[in-house]
């Protein structure tokens, strides 16, 4: 079993920057795909950006040039970095990571971007 546990949200103000951590279990970590989604109030679920076990990165166009997706296989850790925070960015952020076996989700962690 794979587990997921993301870290580094908090409250902003709109303009700023946050870091956001998923620190993966297992041994394989560096064959999954690893992404980031994320979850307004009242809102669906919606993908954010993802990293391939190549190291190749999509965002949504939402983020784009704003947010920055990187992963650290030694550390069996991805990173989302946060820039230029709107109010908008605020939701649950959730980890996933993809693999042969399946999906894995993390439990999330909150990120309130607000004055």
């Known amino acids: 079993q794979v587990q997921l546990v993301e870290s580094g949200g908090g409250l902003v103000q709109p303009g700023g920057s946050l870091r956001l951590s998923c620190a993966a279990s297992?041994?394989?970590?560096?064959?999954?795909?690893m992404g980031w989604y994320r979850q307004a109030p009242g809102k669906q679920r919606e993908w954010v950006a993802d990293?391939?076990?190549?190291?190749?990165?999509n965002y949504a166009d939402s983020v784009k040039g704003r947010f920055t997706i990187s992963r650290d296989n030694a550390k069996n850790t991805v990173y989302l970095q946060m820039n230029s925070l709107k109010h908008e960015d605020t939701a649950v952020y959730y980890c996933?990571?993809?693999?042969?076996?399946?999906?894995?989700w993390g439990q999330g962690t909150q990120v309130t971007v607000s004055s």
């Open positions: 996933k990571g993809t693999y042969f076996t399946g999906s894995y």
């Open positions: 297992g041994r394989v970590f560096s064959m999954y795909a």
């Open positions: 990293v391939t076990s190549g190291g190749s990165t």
